[in-house]
């Protein structure tokens, strides 16, 4: 049995692992630059790491898609 996908499909996943990825990534610098204000808004900051927490998930989601383990 293959674990090859779609072209179509790998594509797609692709194309939103790079979206998650870019978005990850902003949001990794935004949480830094809130931390750095001296009276930054901690309820902004907790969404902030959530909404990061929550795409990492989805990365690792589309990553295990692309990349299936081997049966043993």
């Known amino acids: 049995?293959?674990?090859e996908i779609d072209p179509d499909l790998r594509a797609a996943y692709e194309a939103r692992l790079k979206e998650l990825n870019?978005?990850?990534?902003?949001l990794d610098q935004a949480?830094?630059?809130l931390q750095e204000?001296?009276?930054h808004d901690q309820l902004a900051l907790k969404r902030l790491k959530k909404r990061k927490l929550l795409l990492k998930d989805q990365i690792s989601s589309i990553e295990r898609q692309l990349d299936p383990d081997e049966l043993a």
Do not use: C, G, Q
């Not at 870019?22 to 902003?26: C, G, L, S, T």
């Open 31 to 33: 949480i830094h630059r």
């Open 1 to 3: 049995m293959s674990n």
């Open 37 to 39: 204000t001296p009276l």
């Open 22 to 26: 870019i978005e990850h990534r902003d």
